[in-house]
């Protein structure tokens, strides 16, 4: 056999210790025989490769595996349940890593708390999806506030819509319009879509509760009652009669799912609690300025249509952590660090009452938990006093 020289190109050389070090039989003596065999350059080289081999080994290691929130991805699919692979250039982080898209689900630890006692995160213009086209054809001109469709927003732990409803083309129509009217080029699509992917999930999951939020510009009689009818919601939907008038506690969350009323509605219109039996929303809840106004740190002021933050005559407080126009690329500032300053804010304006519902535009979209964490605080502070939902155990006590 002819003898191998010193010349012989390094792959093969390289080869043949990455093989004997993948062997368990092999032997360090035939490394050092190979490594005598290298001039110095050769083995530099090899040096070299087998750190770069190294590295990129390790490296696939670790997004093979299921990453935690602010590891390093390339992927969505890099990142553990609950998690996306996003950059926050907003926050100067050029780094993609792995953030939060869904709260945990407080009904997995306790259910038999009032209604008033959970929060649930919650989506400003629900419908308003990016890069959305009109089901009127029309290109849509209107701004867009999140990137994913309601069904995918349930499936995130998305628990509270709010839906600018219109009349609009002899329907109920979602659009993010003016004036009180809807067009081509600012209506979506017809409610009945949206309010139909919420009946499928009521459906499917029978332990589940829902609240929609509406805006609500429909001046067609009944308008309302008939768009919840065709898309197969009344059945779910929780009575006027049994919501607490003067701030008392709701009915305990398992009361309402056990007698299957797992959809509360709001609506802006005062007239339709007495013409078609659906909630005035302010009647119910306090609510902090949305838009610019409720961005301003360290302070908490009420809407214009609600009553102040600290009436406790209404049990239910929602909080607004979104700007006047969307920003896809700023949202995920908004949604970390000053999204937690607005709802402890708001916590002392309320009287030091958690918000039951936290609404933000692109929810998805933070430098680390975002509002799924904004919502886990408020949660593990209403239902067992620990900063942390997941620190709660099934007793209601932190531990």
Known sequence: MEEKSANQPPTFAAFVI?????????HFRLLFVILKMLSETMLQRLVFLLIVLLIQSSFL?????????????ILN?????????????????LRPRCSRTQPINPISKVKGLPFNKYAWLTT???????GQVSKTGSVILAPTNQQDSVTSQLANGVRGFMLDM?????DIWLCHSFDGMCFNFTAFQPAVNVLREIQVFLENNKD??????????????????????AAGLQKFMFPVTRMPKNGGDWPALDDMIQQNQ????????????????????????????????????????NRAQSAPMSDKSKSLVLVNHFPDAPDLVVACRQNSGPLLESIKACYQAAGQRWPNFIAVDFYKRSDGGGAPQAVDVSNGNLICGCDNFAACKANGECG
């Open 166 to 170: 219109y009349d609009f083309e002899n």
């Open 262 to 301: 797992r959809l509360l509605v709001f609506t802006s219109d005062r007239s339709k609690e007495a013409t078609e039996g659906i909630a005035y929303q302010w009647k119910y809840m306090v609510e902090n300025q949305y838009g610019n106004g409720g961005l301003k740190v360290g302070a908490c002021p």
């Open 208 to 229: 589940e509760v829902v609240t929609i939020i509406i805006e609500d510009y429909v001046k067609s009689p009944k308008g309302l009652t008939k768009v919840f009818n």
């Open 124 to 130: 400003h213009n629900s419908f308003a999806r990016l």
């Open 18 to 26: 990455i093989k004997s070090f993948t062997d368990t039989r092999a």
């Open 61 to 73: 290691f670790e997004i093979s595996s299921a990453l935690q929130e602010g590891k390093t991805c």
């Open 77 to 93: 699919d890099n990142c553990d349940a609950g998690l996306h692979c996003e950059t926050c250039l907003a926050n100067n982080n």
